[in-house]
Structures are given as C-alpha cells and as structure tokens.
C-alpha cells in the first residue's frame, strides 16, 4: 500500500510540475508582452481576442494546481469507434460550410485571402497571368497594392503566390459551391488524423480519441477552415501525405510523392518541406536509403518546377522581348534573397505574439499534453520526435525569414502542423496516464470541457465581430454609383485590403489605393470616369478602423485637385449608402 501511495504522490508532483511550468512560462510570455502599447494589428489582437483567453487559461492551470488531484474519474467514451469519428467529422464539415456564410460572412478578409479569388479568375480564362490593359499599367499598384507579381513590370497581372490552393478552389468551384473546399479539406485531414493516430496508438482509443478531440476542438482549424486561406489545404495534404508516408510500399509512398509535390505549390514553398523533413530525416536514421532517395529526387524536381513557376507566368501575358532587362521573375531574387537580407529587428517579441495567439487559438489542455509528450520524444517513442522536430523547426526557420503574421486566426504560420500537435496530445495523454497508474488524468477532461464552453465560442463570436465592419465598408463601396472609387490608404491604415479589383477591372466601381498614386494620376483618372473618395469619416460611419485618427493630411492634399472638378460625385448620393444596413444585422 505504502508503494502505491507513493506512486500516486509521484505520479501527483510530476503533474503539478507541468502544470506550474506552464503556468510560469505563459506568465512570464503575457507580462513581456502586456508591455507593449501599439496599434498594430498583432497587439489588437492580442489584446482583444486572445488575452482574455491567456488569462482564463493561466487561472484554470492554477486552479488544477492547488486543488487536490482527482485520478479516478470513469470516463466513457462514445467515440470508441472509428465511425462514431467519421460522423462527427461529416457534421463539422457541413457546420464549417453553414459557418462559413454565418460567422466568416463568406468574405475574403485579407489580401492573402482575396488574391485567390483573384488568381482564381485569371487562371479560370486559361491564363496565367492576366494581360494589362496600357492605360491602367502605371496604376499596376493602386489597383492591386500587395502580392502582385511583377509591379515594377505590370506587363499581365496574377498574383506572386504559387497557385496551387487557387488551382484547386477553382476546380471546385466547376463542381459545386467553393465556399465547400476549405470545410471539405478540414474534414479529410480530420480522416488522415484517425488513420494516422490508429497506427500510432494502436488499441489504446483514449489516445486516439484526445488527438482527434485537439483537432475537432481547435479555433483556429475551425475559423481557417472557414475562410479561403491557404492554411487548411496545408493541414490536409500534410495530413494526407503522413497518412500514405506510413503506409508506405509502393502506393502509399507514390501517393505521398504527388500530395507532397502539390502541397509545396499550394502558395509558398517552404511550408510542406519543413513538416515532411523531420520524418525523411527519422527514416534516414532507420537506414531506409531507397525511401529517402526517392523523395529527395522527387523533391528536387518539385522545388525546380514551383521556383520557375513565377517566371512562367510572366512571360505568359507578353513576348519574351518586353520583359528584357530583368523584368523576368525569379524566385531566388524576389522572394527569397529579401527574406535573407531584411531582418526585422522585432523578431524575438513578434514571435512572442505568435506563441501566444496560437496558445489561445488550441485547446487548452494542448500545451500540457504537448509538455508530457517530452517524455516521449526522449525515449524515442513512435514518431513523437518527428512529431515535435516539425513545429520547432518551423518556429526558427519562420521566425527569422517571416515573423510577422499580420491578420490570421491563430497563428497560421503553424497551421499546417495542427496535426502533429494533435497527435503530440496523444503522446502526452499515454504519459500522464503512466504516471497515473493507467487511470484517466482528470485534468485533461476539465481543460477539454472548458474549451467547448468557454474559449471556443468567445473565439467563434470575436472573430464575426472583427470580420463585420470589414464588410459592411465592402458593401458601402459597393454601392457607389460611380466608375471609380478612391480609397484613403495612406498609413495609419488597414483599408488597403479593402482595394479589391477583378483581374480584367471589369468591376464597377473600380477601387484603387491613395499611397500608390500623385495628384497628376488623380487627375488622369479624372478624365476617364467619375470618382468617389472613401474617407476614414466614412470608415468610422461604419465601424472600421475606429483607432485611425479621422484626419489625413496626405490623402487630402492628393484629391485637392478634384475639390471643383466635374467627375467627383457626392458620396451621400443613393448609390453609396444603399446597402449600408446590410451587414449591420449581422450583429455589430
């Protein structure tokens, strides 16, 4: 008896243990944080949307410190069997389709999430690049103001991403409602994450059920999976190929050659090499030469191909002739060399800032679990050190290349290791168990269960919030009775991504950018059709931006010219506030 009381009480310290380091360690990251005071987005969203779940999460591990532990909780699941799962995954994928219109509006928040949209038409007239008309070549970037390929040369107009997530939207999009692909995606990831964790865990199902119950219950799988983002497909074809990768034989490794290849074409390179890399390394270790040469070949050829993509698509809207004198683009010298050579000097505390979103944005018994799982990463347990290698690997590599997020639910930069993560928890809930004489660590239930009532719905409501006056002022554009409409983007602002054009500017109104243009383009533009300025007035009418200052000195002294002109309209006619209401019903 006096063994077993000791094991408990072992068993007890070394569960307080990770609960108070990761207590400590998310205090310390909050407080070094809180003492940053900035407009910009990240601290916003810091500060609105995941502090309050930082908070509730530091006290919710406080309390399961110092209240005495409670191991013999009889837990019974109804999850198992497999296809108890199976359904549960199809009813998240239909509500992630209803969601996608009910909480995310539908809308292409970002410019990241609109340049599908836009790659989508051009490459849907069998183009790789839409062809610019002359006239509209010098207002290139007033018409598209970020991730436009080849601005200094808009010979054609797509956008720099690669295209394989707007490749794959518009196939769908030939079948059925587009708005379908991304819940879709989340739904057969959710199937390569069963398929997986039963190799990995075997008959034990309360592992198997707590990776799934990480992956069904993440805000930020949930929110990503209903927008256009390019994150779901990363988390899907990543689960997909570990699927096949373990698998293995000839089918499952030639499956895993083509999603791989495709996933490094989804929109930027880098993401897939570095989850696939851990486990092409632990087959390395395991001397499974024939294995490793084969995706390594594979592998080239795929990174050849995608990195002369960009070139391609350049010089598919003019003759080789106009793009002379290095107008071709190369991705070496325009994505890659800039990441290496301009260093943001912020990058230790914008890190700290992604941390943090992506700890409020996961279940919150993730980070104990993923804690616990150390002790398997250091016997060498499955695949938890690839499992864990990946999402470190990306932190350092993302952290020095990229460490600025911007907008994003979560932190989408480790989007596509959501999975690892999940079966991460898996590892973690087999140790604690251990430690627990194989009884049910309640803690882990508690945790879950707060998750479901707690920090998933605040999340769900706090990203509609954010998301409807981003709409509402689309709507408000929308409806201006004129050719074009001249949107105040001079910095402070975040209505750049609010400069939305089809690729052909067969929209109207056409929407261009206030930093990318003088007085004399305004001019120019005063002859060819009638212009409405947007003013951050108008912006807080509706809600957005409401931290800009109202006033604008630059945006003012550039439409000056227009102030008796006969192309300005009055902004208050019928045509601009018509639509106004639309949006405001949805909650705001």
């Known amino acids: 008896m006096s063994g077993s009381g000791g094991m408990g009480e072992s068993a007890a310290r070394h569960h307080r243990h990770i609960f108070i380091g990761c207590a400590l360690a998310l205090l310390l990251m909050t407080i070094y944080l809180l003492r940053i005071d900035s407009d910009d987005i990240v601290v916003r969203y810091f500060r609105e949307q995941d502090l309050p779940v930082l908070t509730g999460l530091f006290g919710s591990w406080l309390v399961i410190v110092l209240v005495p532990w409670t191991p013999n909780l009889p837990v019974r699941s109804l999850f198992d069997r497999d296809i108890a799962w199976v359904a549960l995954l199809a009813v998240m994928g239909v509500l992630l389709w209803w969601g996608t219109y009910a909480v995310m509006f539908d809308y292409s928040l970002t410019r990241d999430e609109h340049m599908v949209l836009f790659d989508m038409a051009v490459f849907g007239k069998g183009h790789l690049a839409e062809p610019l008309a002359p006239e509209w070549r010098g ?132 993401f897939h090499p570095l989850f696939a890399g851990p486990f092409l390394l632990w087959s390395f270790a395991r001397r ?74 996961q279940n919150l018994a993730l980070l104990p679990l993923a804690v616990a799982a150390w002790a398997a990463v250091r016997r060498n347990e499955g695949l938890a050190a690839p499992l864990m290698a990946g999402p470190v690997l990306a932190l350092v590599v993302v952290g020095f290349l990229l ?46 269960c707060l998750t479901l009532i707690s920090s998933l719905p605040w999340l769900l409501i706090q990203a509609h919030w954010f998301v409807a006056p981003y709409v509402r002022l689309d709507h408000v554009i929308q409806g201006a009775a004129t050719d074009m409409v001249l949107v105040d983007t001079q910095a402070p602002s975040a209505a750049v991504d609010q400069v939305r054009n089809r690729p052909d500017l067969g929209n109207r109104p056409i929407r261009l950018s206030s930093r990318e243009l003088t007085s004399s383009d305004v001019l120019t533009l005063c002859q060819r059709g009638t212009i409405s300025l947007l003013t951050r007035k108008d912006m807080h009418n509706v809600g957005f931006a409401l931290g800009v200052p109202t006033n604008s000195p630059k945006f003012d002294a550039l439409v000056a010219p227009l102030a008796h002109a006969s192309c300005l309209r009055d902004k208050k006619g019928d045509g601009w506030t018509r639509t106004l209401w639309l949006p405001q019903s949805a909650g705001l």
């Open 139 to 270: 207002f290139a970037k007033a018409l598209v103001p970020a991730f436009l390929l080849q601005p200094s040369h808009p010979i054609g107009v797509v956008s720099d991403y690669l295209p394989g997530n707007a490749w794959l939207r518009l196939t769908v999009s030939r079948i059925t409602d587009p708005a379908l692909m991304n819940p879709m995606l989340a739904v057969m990831g959710g199937l390569a994450l069963l398929n997986v964790a039963k190799r990995l865990f075997g008959e034990d199902r309360g592992a198997i059920a707590i990776a799934m119950l990480l992956y069904v219950s993440s805000a930020q799988m949930l929110v990503n999976a209903m927008t256009v983002y390019a994150m779901t497909p990363h988390m899907a074809l990543n689960l997909i190929w570990l699927a096949a990768f373990l698998r293995g034989g000839k089918a499952g490794h030639g499956i895993a050659m083509l999603v791989g290849s495709y996933a490094m074409g989804l929109h930027q390179i880098i």
């Open 288 to 361: 499974e030469w024939r294995v490793v040469a084969f995706y390594a070949c594979g592998y080239a050829v795929a990174a050849f191909a995608w990195t002369h993509y960009a070139g391609l698509a350049s010089l598919s809207a003019a003759p080789p002739e106009l793009l002379s004198g290095g107008a071709n683009a190369d991705f070496l010298r325009d994505r890659l060399m800039p990441l290496l050579l301009n260093r943001n000097p912020n990058m230790l505390l914008l890190m700290g800032y992604n941390v943090g979103r992506f700890l409020a944005w």
């Open 403 to 448: 460490p600025y997020q911007g907008h994003g639910w979560g932190y989408r930069y480790l989007h596509g290791f959501l999975g690892s993560f999940a079966l991460l928890g898996g590892y973690g809930w087999q140790v604690l168990r251990k430690f627990n004489g194989g009884k049910t660590p309640f803690s882990v239930i508690v945790l879950a």
